[in-house]
């Protein structure tokens, strides 16, 4: 069976510094994935996608992330984290055979040291 | 444009009593979704509607959920009768068409707690 896989379920980082969260999925083919951003209180937003092309993708709020076939790996970045970036990130990924079903990791929540 | 919009933001309720949650979906979308998030279960799809109609309600738990969407403009999910293992906080979302490509627009949620 599909799944997505996030190992860190939280990770605390000083304002200023770069972030990385890890995301690991199982898939036979190339896979859509996204990473959603959900703030406190808040509903899911996305932050960037990846369906083919350009490895290295850039998203809202200064992110970006890499696909890495060989390590089945979608890796979300950011080089200088803000406070207000203190949330909870999902990686995702496009259910095989589906056009509309995800698969979800559990989450990694950010906290930001001052 | 608002947004989803979700009503209640928060609902409490005893065991057995039903409960309705409420979805106004972007304008213009025409797929919708509710998810249900938990700390034990993460994020789960119940149930995704298309153009109106219901495409994939493998999701939902059990026969006391159902959800109704009888305009593109609003959606419900309703609980009878509503039990503690309900409790989690339930998400609208919806998309401007079909497909992987358009990204999903979620509401701020209902947090429902069954005591």
């Known amino acids: 069976a599909q799944s997505v896989t996030q190992p860190d379920i939280h990770i605390t980082v000083s304002e200023g510094a770069s972030l990385e969260l890890r995301c690991n999925y199982s898939y036979g083919a190339t896979p859509y994935l996204f990473w959603y951003v959900q703030s406190p209180g808040q509903g899911l937003q996305l932050l960037l996608k990846y369906f083919s092309g350009d490895t290295l993708v850039q998203g809202i709020k200064g992110f970006e992330a890499e696909f890495k076939r060989s390590q089945s790996s979608f890796n979300l970045r950011k080089p200088s984290v803000h406070w207000s970036d203190a949330a909870e990130y999902f990686c995702a990924v496009g259910a095989r055979g589906s056009n509309y079903q995800l698969i979800w990791g559990a989450g990694t929540k950010l906290i930001i040291k001052p | 444009d608002a947004g989803v919009i979700q009503s209640p933001r928060h609902e409490v309720t005893e065991m057995g009593q039903e409960v309705t949650l409420r979805c106004k979906p972007i304008s213009g979308h025409n797929s919708l979704f509710w998810y249900r998030q938990t700390m034990m279960r993460g994020l789960e799809l119940l149930i995704y509607?298309?153009?109106?109609?219901?495409?994939?309600d493998s999701g939902m738990p059990e026969d006391r959920f159902s959800a109704k969407m009888p305009n593109a403009s609003f959606s419900t999910l309703k609980i009878q009768p509503s039990e503690p293992r309900d409790s989690a906080v339930y998400f609208c979302?919806?998309?401007?068409?079909?497909?992987?490509?358009?990204?999903?627009?979620f509401g701020n949620g209902t947090r429902l707690t069954v005591t």
């Open positions: 979302a919806s998309s401007s068409q079909q497909g992987l490509g358009s990204p999903l627009h």
């Open positions: 509607f298309n153009n109106n109609v219901p495409i994939d």
